[in-house]
């Protein structure tokens, strides 16, 4: 029997009605990462603490700078004991080497709604094309291979790089939580983002052929940027 409210309006966006899973152990592979989740072995290792070192890396995260290799090896360590946030290490094919972090986390299957965050770029990944992919591989994996509904970023307000790069990836923002949080001393009004699975389909397109080694020119400089290409997939 449905007992839903006939007089209650119903979004005809997204797959309500069954439970997602959780994610699992399994990594994402494309042309230049692989995102694995994981335990320590992936992404504990010396060439991983090669991520921001000074002060500036780590203004918009919860935790760091990091004194040593040693502090940071143990925030790793206690960072993959627990489900959620679920951790990733994101690997360089090429090279064999960890260049970043990303995780997903409050993860709830039965919404259907998780989470991107603890970003961490090194400096070998920064600003590159395949740091542009690892976001892309995460997606992927929410929308196509968990069939998640709602995929969210959140950021400090006062971070302009942080909400200039959900904006470039197709998030659509969805306004200001203030005084959501304290951390490291300091009050932040949260900016929220969202993508969802009904815009997914254009955003990937856009994300595909933005990666396509035909929007490269010999010198390896973009020839269309990745938020033209989503706006005219969404067109």
Not at 31 to 60: E, Q
Request: aromatic share 10%.
């Amino acid at each position: 029997m449905n007992t839903s409210n006939p007089s209650v309006p119903q979004s005809s966006a997204g797959r309500p009605g069954r439970c997602r899973p959780a994610p699992r152990s399994s990594a994402a592979t494309a042309g230049s990462n692989r995102s694995t989740p994981g335990g320590t072995r992936p992404i504990c290792t010396r060439r991983t603490a090669r991520l921001p070192t000074v002060a500036t890396g780590w203004t918009y995260l919860f935790v760091g700078p990091f004194p040593d290799f040693a502090g940071y090896r143990d925030y790793l360590v206690k960072a993959t004991a627990n489900p959620d946030p679920q951790h990733h290490a994101i690997i360089h094919l090429a090279s064999g080497k960890p260049v970043g972090t990303a995780a997903l986390m409050r993860i709830d299957p039965a919404h259907g709604a998780i989470e991107v965050g603890h970003i961490a770029y090194s400096p070998r990944l920064q600003r590159t094309p395949a740091a542009t992919e690892a976001m892309y591989l995460l997606m992927r994996r929410v929308f196509d291979e968990l069939g998640y509904r709602r995929y969210e970023w959140k950021c400090d307000d006062n971070n302009l790089r942080s909400r200039a790069a959900a904006a470039r990836y197709g998030f659509q923002f969805e306004g200001i939580f203030r005084q959501a949080i304290v951390y490291k001393g300091r009050s932040r009004d949260s900016a929220w983002f969202s993508i969802i699975d009904s815009e997914w389909p254009a955003i990937r397109s856009g994300f595909e052929q933005w990666l396509s080694p035909a929007n490269f020119d010999a010198a390896g400089n973009q020839v269309e940027p990745l938020s033209a290409l989503v706006a005219r997939s969404r067109a």
